[in-house]
């Protein structure tokens, strides 16, 4: 097999796995993120096959042996028996084109008032308070307003460590999986416009 076919063969193995995922929603990738980190208890960063059988179980996925098997193999390039976490995250979260990936850059420095390259409820009261008092909660006084916005960032922020804060790379992890269930660019571009008050183009 030479690489082209190689690197084909590994496209479909992982847009297999994609796919069962985002069967879950637009968080179904990052939602076997959180299981495959939960089970990292020695914090090596690393998955054995073994535990990508059983995260993948866990997770509510059914995949054959064969399958999870031949995948394993092609991610384990160097064939040590092991594959990085974050480059299997990667490779399993499609790559949104330039396009979107501009509009969802637009979208976090657009709310990132004081530019430190992290978004708090301090940014978001600048520019997302009217949009919290009209969430159902807030009307009904069962929230403050930081209590809203702080439902909003963790929507967003990584779900197996809500800090308050989304950085940069989380927001782009966030909406990386939303794109991954929209076809169409314009869509998408219209809809991230729409959702952040930026101006239409």
Not at 104 to 128: C, P, Q, R, T, W
Request: charged residues 25%.
């Amino acid at each position: 097999m030479n690489m082209s076919e190689d690197s084909s063969s590994l496209d479909l193995l992982v847009r297999t796995l994609r796919d069962q995922c985002l069967l879950k929603g637009h968080s179904g990738i990052r939602g076997l993120g959180i299981v495959f980190r939960r089970m990292d208890i020695d914090f090596s960063k690393g998955i054995v096959y073994p535990e990508l059988r059983l995260a993948i179980a866990r997770y509510g996925l059914i995949m054959s042996e064969g399958y999870l098997q031949t995948l394993f193999h092609a991610l384990d390039k160097d064939n040590n028996g092991w594959i990085d976490f974050a480059e299997f995250m990667a490779v399993l979260r499609e790559p949104m084109n330039a396009r979107r990936t501009k509009v969802v850059m637009e979208a976090f420095d657009h709310f990132d008032v004081n530019s430190d390259g992290k978004l708090s409820i301090e940014d978001l009261k600048v520019f997302y308070t009217a949009n919290a008092k009209n969430h159902p909660k807030y009307l009904s006084g069962e929230w403050t307003l930081d209590q809203t916005l702080r439902s909003f960032l963790d929507s967003i922020d990584s779900p197996d460590d809500p800090d308050g804060v989304v950085t940069r790379e989380e927001f782009l992890d966030y909406y990386a999986g939303v794109s991954a269930t929209i076809d169409d660019d314009s869509y998408f571009v219209m809809m991230m416009r729409s959702c952040y008050g930026l101006p239409q183009r």
